[in-house]
């Protein structure tokens, strides 16, 4: 049962315009939401993360957006430039005063192409 | 300041040998989380550890993983009598008690 979804395996975009990637998912229990940058043969890198009291949080080029009642959040690049090109992860997790509820659950990412 | 280091970055292995995956966490972190990643999915959770505690094994199967995070060393991955089905690469990452996981470069597991 994935918990974590995101539709479309790769985008493709021009440089300078926006990147849209979207990830929905099912689980009422998660509140914080996270998305991961990574490139071949590395580990997943922090990007930006949203709490589930917010429905957008910005940094930079990158915005997260949250639409808590559709289960659904988004990532905007822009301008979107070439070294974008990697697979991006929309992850989640609870919030709990235990350790227990630290662990991620991770979508199956999406391969975005920026083309010059 | 050195990240998440993990070794070996490739790992092969016949059917039935064992495999160890080392992680040394960030200078500083305390909790070490291990996740699987099989081809063109995403990192599935398998163990969340503090030192000398297993918090969370609840994605871990049941027989042939074991992990630990000694009070020194590394956190170890252990895995017995590897099988095909084990290959994938194997991340670590690493957190302070409040603040987000840093991830290693992984270990890819391959079984011949």
Partial sequence: DQQVKQ????????????????????????????????YP???PTFLISI?????????????????KSAKHLS????????????VYFCAARRIGSSGSARQLTFGSGTQLTVLP | ??????????????????????CS????????????????????????????NIIDESGMPKERFSAEFPKEGPSILRIQQ???GDSAAYFCASSPVTGENTFGSGTRLTVV
């Fill in chain 2, 82 to 84: 590897v099988v095909r």
């Fill in chain 1, 41 to 43: 043969a590395e580990g």
């Fill in chain 1, 75 to 86: 990532l905007h690049i822009v301008p979107s430039q070439p070294g974008d090109s990697a």
């Fill in chain 2, 25 to 52: 966490p960030v200078k500083g972190h305390s909790h070490v989380y291990w996740y699987r990643q099989l081809p063109e999915e995403g990192l599935k959770f398998m163990v969340y550890l503090q030192k000398e």
């Fill in chain 1, 7 to 38: 539709n479309s395996p790769s985008l493709s975009v021009q440089e300078g315009r926006i990147s849209i990637l979207n990830c929905d998912y099912t689980n009422s229990m998660f509140d914080y939401f996270l998305w991961y940058k990574k």
């Fill in chain 2, 1 to 22: 300041n050195a990240g998440v280091m993990q070794n070996p970055r490739h790992l092969v292995r016949r059917r039935g040998q064992e495999a160890r995956l080392r």
């Fill in chain 1, 51 to 67: 709490s589930s009291i917010k429905d957008k949080n910005e940094d930079g080029r990158f915005t997260v957006f949250l639409n």
